[in-house]
């Protein structure tokens, strides 16, 4: 059968419109992706990642389940490791509290493969008892780890994380530390830290970033 001309006008004209659609879905789907960061980019969001993920080799903590926390527990998702403790006034609570917004606010599967991990720089007094009622409190996903002190020190060097005791006016003591947050990747490697003070829409789409980089080098 042979089509008219008004036939084939209208085809065209369909074919056309199909055309431009599909452009236009193209578009807007790509100015709806989030932004990938450049290196530098990255930096100035405050996040430092090495040009080489650093093996922080085997250890043995104890985490607030009671179970062993050790090189194979940070393999599998990103971890998001952060140094403190539970009679911290001030720093400790507030970078816990941001952690947990930051997790709620994360997309899709984002949340799922992202861990977050407080380490006790005061083991003496943050027992397993102590960190199973104080890290859940800020989300119930989060792991609380402690262990002897000379093992809390040689993992805190390993992540470039300084901690001292300072003795108080009352007889009593506080830990100084640091409030970065390291950044550890699903091999298990320091893969790099965001630099304190942190930012929530800053670092979502900083960590984003990070892990398309990364991905795109081992998927």
């Known amino acids: 059968m042979t089509l008219t001309q008004q036939q084939r ?5 369909f074919a056309v419109l199909l055309g431009i659609t599909i452009i236009v879905a193209g578009f807007v789907h790509r100015i709806q992706q989030p932004r990938i960061m450049t290196m530098s980019e990255m930096r100035a969001n405050g996040l430092f990642i090495f040009d080489t993920p650093r093996d922080p080799g085997k250890f043995a903590l104890t985490s607030h389940k009671g179970t062993v926390f050790n090189e194979e527990s940070l393999e599998g998702d990103w971890t998001l490791l952060f140094f403190g403790f539970t009679f911290c006034p001030d720093v400790c609570p507030t970078t816990l509290s941001f952690l947990a917004g930051l997790k709620e606010n994360l997309e899709g ?60 006016e009352d007889g009593d003591y ?7 947050v390291v950044l550890i990747n699903p091999q298990g490697d320091f893969h ?27 998927d």
């Open 109 to 168: 599967t984002e949340a799922e493969s992202t861990d977050v991990v407080m380490v006790s720089v005061d083991p003496a007094r943050d027992t397993v008892d102590q960190l199973s009622q104080y890290v859940p409190y800020f989300h119930p996903e989060f792991l609380g780890v402690t262990g002897e002190f000379p093992e809390i020190l040689s993992f805190a060097r390993r992540f470039n994380a300084p901690f001292r005791k300072v003795p108080t």
């Open 174 to 180: 506080q830990v100084d530390h640091s409030a970065n």
């Open 192 to 218: 790099g830290f965001f630099r304190a003070p942190l930012d929530l829409a800053k670092m979502k789409v900083t960590l984003r970033s990070a892990r398309y980089y990364w991905s795109e080098q081992y």
């Open 9 to 13: 006008v209208g085809l065209t004209v």
